[in-house]
């Protein structure tokens, strides 16, 4: 028979992370950690060059952490360093390379169900991101291009000329990266940055000035051609340029099927409805990290959704 469990937590990014440590200091007896990809923060490995600047806050907001997990600004390497301490705890069983599908609840307890079989628990949070499942333009990728059209900067080999596409913080730090070993470009529909955090701003206007790469405002692309195994990007100006590589950073989406799935009730915009303690519309299964968010959060409101989901929880147990 399968293990029964106090608490079990879905999603190894930080939210994840900061539920297994809360869980662990509120003396919840037995906890599972599920993470799909083969180790915890996927997205930190996959979307991050090395060296590459982790922040606690986002869009320069500064939020006070609560709770029993400290965060501070760092690498990517020190930020896994990190998170790897903090799960490095007997109490804490984890489940990788195991993808969820769905959760489940009757008679009081919840089966998650997922590609290595079901567990079941008595609460459930999930804290899963968004960047597993990254937008796409409207316009189609041809097959032809999955190559040298991409999601993440880390297919380029370097002294190519690459377009980047995206408005957010991630596109802005992906181009001022790669411009170190590649003539790069920024194209971003809009006629100024609202998105992005106030170092992010800095950054882009002083390469920008400098010359260290181009950007281009207020231009939208039509489509995008295969030329010789290169890109050719359709401008909605009428006119079109050739580029090596295009690294699309447009953000990521809600997960509307696993919600639907698991019985969470979602508002017009297909976003998760839930309460102050970040409790859905099915009691007993929470919500943490970047799913609570539209348009992305930060690290630390992630170990604070942690913390407060905790204290409910535990209040509730009472």
């Excluded at 899963?128 to 316009?139: D, E, F, L, Q």
């Excluded at 839930?274 to 959060?297: P, R």
Aim: hydrophobic share 35%; with cysteine.
């Amino acid at each position: 028979m399968s293990k029964n469990y106090d608490l079990i937590i879905v999603g190894g990014g930080p939210g994840g992370i900061a539920s297994a440590v809360e869980a662990s200091l509120f003396k919840i007896n037995s906890m599972l950690f599920i993470e799909k990809g083969e180790n915890h923060s996927q997205t930190i490995r996959q979307y991050y060059k090395d060296s590459k600047r982790v922040d606690k806050n986002w869009k320069g907001q500064t939020v006070n952490l609560v709770g029993n997990v400290e965060f501070f600004d760092g690498t990517k390497e020190s930020t896994l360093d990190y998170f790897e301490t903090l799960l490095d705890s007997d109490g804490i069983d984890t489940q990788f390379n195991t993808e969820v599908d769905r959760v489940i609840k009757e008679n009081g307890i919840f089966t998650v169900v997922t590609s290595n079989g079901n567990f079941h628990a008595k609460n459930v949070i999930v804290a899963i991101g968004r960047m597993g499942k990254p937008n796409k333009p409207s316009y189609k990728i041809l097959r032809t291009l999955k190559e040298v059209a991409n999601f993440n900067p880390y297919e380029s080999r370097g002294h190519e000329k690459i377009l980047v596409v995206g408005g957010g913080d991630s596109a802005v730090e992906y181009a001022c990266q790669l411009s170190t070993i590649n003539n790069v470009t920024l194209s971003y529909r809009r006629t100024e940055f609202s998105k992005i955090n106030d170092i992010n701003q800095e950054m882009i206007k002083e390469y920008d000035q400098r010359e260290r790469l181009r950007v281009r405002y207020g231009i939208d692309i039509d489509s995008i051609e295969n030329k010789e195994g290169k890109v050719k990007v359709n401008y909605s100006n009428g006119f079109s340029t050739i580029y090596d590589r295009v690294i699309y950073a447009l953000g990521g989406t809600t997960p509307v099927d696993f919600l639907q799935k698991s019985d969470i009730d979602i508002d017009e915009n297909k976003q998760p409805i839930f309460n102050k303690q970040y409790e859905t519309s099915v009691k007993g299964l929470y919500l943490a990290g970047d799913i609570i968010y539209n348009n992305g959060g930060s690290i630390a409101m992630a170990i604070n959704h942690a913390y407060d989901v905790l204290t409910d929880i535990t209040k509730t147990a009472k």
